[in-house]
């Protein structure tokens, strides 16, 4: 998502990442990677269960899956996709399918 800024950005769309790990842990990962992307520190899982996104993944109930929201300007989920879990099980998401899917959800 990193990678794609200026893409999602032609379509007014704001990537942010968001996971249930402490500030303190974040801020490894950020330097790590190098993110330049909002990143949300949700450990007490209020935006995670806010957007449903805790019923997903390996670990249900408790952590979110490597999951994708695509969230309109009224605060409604236009389109989703979680990782990590059947059906998509790799934890991989293909650039273009999610570039694909965000566009057509736009429409």
């Known amino acids: ?22 500030p303190l842990d974040l801020a490894s990962v950020i330097a790590e990677y ?4 909002p990143v949300l520190s949700d450990s007490d899982r ?6 449903d996104m805790l019923g ?10 490597h999951s ?3 969230v309109g300007k ?3 989920i236009l389109w989703r996709a979680d990782y990590g ?3 998509r099980e790799a934890m991989y998401a293909p650039e273009a399918e ?3 899917a965000v566009e057509a959800a736009l429409r």
Do not use: K
């Open 74 to 76: 009224d605060g409604t």
């Open 85 to 87: 879990a059947p059906p």
């Open 1 to 22: 998502m990193q990678a794609q800024r200026d893409f999602f950005s032609q379509l007014d769309v704001e990537v942010v990442t968001i996971a249930v790990d402490s």
């Open 98 to 100: 999610i570039r694909g």
């Open 34 to 37: 190098g993110l330049t992307l």
């Open 56 to 65: 997903f993944g390996m670990h249900p109930g408790f952590r979110p899956a």
């Open 68 to 70: 994708f929201a695509l």
């Open 46 to 51: 209020s935006v995670s269960r806010l957007y």
